[in-house]
């Protein structure tokens, strides 16, 4: 046999090996990790999910030992794993408000000063925790609601619901604590209608009741995979498939050690169903699954058939328990939170209160009742504004700081993210431009201010009034600013008004008038008005009449704008002075020159003759059988540039010039073309229409 052959073969052996090593039977193949804890013990699956997160341990030897008592101390050292605090620095120390922390053993220490700083042990067991003493039933329910962060809802509830004959020997102030972890089916009472408060709870019933929280807080993911099954392979190399949350899908190896459970029950992969939903714990290294949980779809507290809906949150009306939510397609729709629902932000439990406007959200629907079961919501996590009563700014290691207080005289005070967005007065800006006394309003994301739009306590702004409202609550001036942006500035009602240096009303100021408004928390409450005059030529294109009478005028400058005929203007025609109300509506194409104050006219002289005017733009289109040319001209209109058609009337003595050559009316479709530039001389009639003495294009 040659050396390359001998090579072949052995390649062969070790293939079938590593292919037979996986095809065991899978039925037989899985055992416990723990020789004490029989494959039939009805905690099983719990004890070793929660070893394989490393939250319960073994006693070692391979020894669980499943009915030992948990005490206090390591009831609050599993929640703190529990709470991802998995690697805590050897150096960490024990709070001075928890007394006898030198009673620690040197085991417990850094769990049980992470478990004070989350806020598990409080109260009085910051005086007399008795850690070595066996958690009852009752204290383990309290560990665990402050734990989620529950503790304020559970100070809130003021009628306990529970219907266990044992209740009154819960401990008074803890029972809404039970109550709370009953809710969230974290512990449950007995067949004979009691809870037991004063039991200790063994270290199997301990990996139960924390695996529950472990689902809720979802922390220790790291290794976790989950998501919909979507293949099995049952043959060669044994794995499954699952379609991830995100749509992406994971390919997972199954071996002999895996551990499969379906509905809390000991299964084989044989038995597994596509579509079922899949939490998969991969080993150290990731290259197979060790231990995987199978349910009919993503687990809910309660069980229930739904459908699944994403969308943002628009409103929350926390009296009906009613949402609307807006959804990728623009549609907005309500739905009612049950009553038991699970809500979760940014993976912990939280209550309605926590919801705001602008969460990402996605919720589980009770196809029965049409109420959410369960919502899982991203943080926008909270919207906050007022006046800023301080703020430092921080560095060399500190955190900036900002403290506001709200219309109500709350005040708060929150650290400010390093990548905080600034904006002030609509532009932005500077986190050091942020002053004392500037309103704000305030995103805040994971307990840091992630966003400020700041407007300055004062300022003052310059322009020219576009416009006066009193359709507002306030009255409301629009000021045009320098730059063409504009600004609404609802009035104070204490504002101080001077106009051409004279005190005055607000019916006193113009539109068009120069302004100089001082804004205090965006209102005015100092306005210096002055009248702008000007003069101006052109064609009357009409008259309007609505509260007042306006007249539209073409200026020879080819702008088109809109004034107020003053009730007492003075007003000529044809060199004859007039009362407005000898003006008839009709007039257009007449020759008009004026004098504006601020918008209203105060000075008017018309001409009932034809007036002379020019226009430049583009042909649009042309009717010789007509005789009318269509130009697309541009014209500034309101301080606005805007493109308008306006119709051209030529006849047979209209002279037409392209270059240097002449051209007869009759002839203009041979020479003429669409989209040609163009200027026509002529005059407006009486009429208004526009007839063409000269074209040169």
């Not at 009296?319 to 912990?348: C, H, Q, W």
């Not at 733009?617 to 130009?631: P, R």
């Amino acid at each position: 046999m040659t050396k390359k052959s001998t090579l072949k073969n052995l390649t062969c052996i070790i293939s079938f090996l590593l292919i037979f090593s996986f095809i065991i039977p899978l039925a037989n193949a899985q055992s416990s990790k723990f020789a004490d804890v029989e494959k039939s013990h009805w905690a099983k699956p719990y004890i070793e999910k929660m070893a394989l997160k490393s939250v319960i341990l073994g006693k070692g030897a391979g020894i669980f030992a499943p009915e030992d008592k948990v005490t206090r101390y390591e009831s609050v050292i599993m929640l703190v794993r529990i709470l991802g605090h998995t690697d805590i620095s050897s150096n960490k120390e024990i709070p001075d408000t928890f007394k006898g922390a030198d009673k620690v053993p040197e085991w417990a220490q850094r769990e049980i000063a992470v478990g004070v700083e989350e806020g598990i042990i409080t109260g009085e067991d910051l005086v007399d925790f008795k850690g070595s003493e066996p958690a009852k039933r009752y204290e383990v329910a309290v560990f665990a609601v402050r734990a989620l962060g529950l503790e304020e809802e559970a100070k809130n509830i003021k009628n306990i619901d529970l219907d266990f004959k044992d209740i009154s020997k819960i401990p008074l102030a803890y029972r809404s604590y039970v109550q709370i972890a009953v809710e969230k089916g974290i512990i449950t009472g007995f067949e004979d209608e009691t809870f037991r408060p004063m039991e200790s709870i063994s270290r199997a019933q301990a990996a139960t009741l924390f695996s529950r929280v472990d689902s809720i807080l979802n922390r220790l993911t790291s290794k976790e995979e989950k998501g919909t099954l979507v293949e099995i392979n049952t043959y060669d190399l044994p794995a499954i498939t699952i379609k991830k949350d995100d749509g992406t899908l994971k390919n997972i190896s199954v071996n002999n050690s895996t551990l499969i459970y379906k509905d809390w029950k000991e299964t084989t992969l044989n038995d597994l169903k596509l579509g079922e939903y899949v939490i998969a714990i991969l080993s150290s290294v990731g290259s197979y699954a060790e231990y995987i949980e199978i349910h009919d779809k993503e687990e809910q507290i309660p069980s229930v058939s739904t459908h699944t809906v994403t969308g943002t949150i628009k409103q929350v009306d926390r009296p009906t328990r009613f949402i609307i939510l807006t959804l990728s397609s623009g549609a907005e729709m309500p739905y009612k939170i049950a009553d038991r629902a699970l809500i979760v932000l940014d993976n912990r439990v939280v209550d309605l209160d926590s919801l705001v406007f602008g969460q990402k959200t996605t919720v589980e629907i009770n196809k029965d009742t049409g109420e959410i079961v369960s919502l899982k919501a991203e943080g926008v996590a909270k919207g906050l504004e007022g006046k800023v009563y301080s703020i430092f700014f921080g560095g060399g290691g500190f955190d900036s700081i900002i403290t506001i207080k709200d219309e109500k005289g709350n005040v708060e005070t929150h650290k400010i993210s390093d990548n905080v967005v600034v904006m002030k007065d609509g532009k932005s800006s500077l986190l050091e431009n942020v002053r004392n006394a500037d309103y704000v309003v305030l995103d805040i994301k994971d307990s840091k201010v992630v966003k400020i739009m700041a407007e300055s306590a004062e300022k003052t702004i310059r322009g020219y009034i576009d416009d006066i409202s009193y359709i507002t609550e306030h009255p409301e001036i629009t000021i045009r600013l320098p730059d063409g942006r504009k600004e609404v500035c609802p009035i104070d009602n204490d504002v101080d008004i001077t106009r051409n240096n004279r005190s005055a009303k607000l019916s006193d100021i113009k539109k068009g008038d120069k302004v100089s408004a001082v804004l205090t928390y965006g209102k005015a409450t100092e306005i210096e008005a002055d009248s702008v005059n000007r003069n101006l030529e052109g064609t009357i294109e009409g008259f309007r009449l609505d509260d007042d009478l306006s007249i539209m005028i073409l200026t020879t400058d080819n702008t088109r704008e809109t004034f107020i005929i003053s009730p007492d203007a003075r007003i000529r025609i044809d060199g004859e002075y007039k009362d407005i109300e000898d003006i008839s509506l009709g007039m257009r194409g007449y020759y008009v020159d004026v004098r504006v104050e601020s918008d209203v006219v105060i000075r008017m002289n018309i001409e009932t003759k034809k007036a002379e005017a020019e226009i430049r733009g583009t042909v649009k289109h042309f009717n010789t059988d007509a005789m009318i040319i269509v130009v697309e001209t541009e014209l500034n209109i309101d301080g606005k540039k805007q493109t308008i058609d306006r119709v051209v009337f030529y006849d047979n003595d209209t002279l037409f010039v392209e270059g240097r050559d002449t051209v007869r009316p009759r002839q203009l479709d041979r020479y003429l073309e669409v989209g040609d530039t163009i200027t026509i001389f002529g005059e407006y009639q009486v009429d208004g229409t526009f007839l063409a003495e000269l074209g040169k294009w």
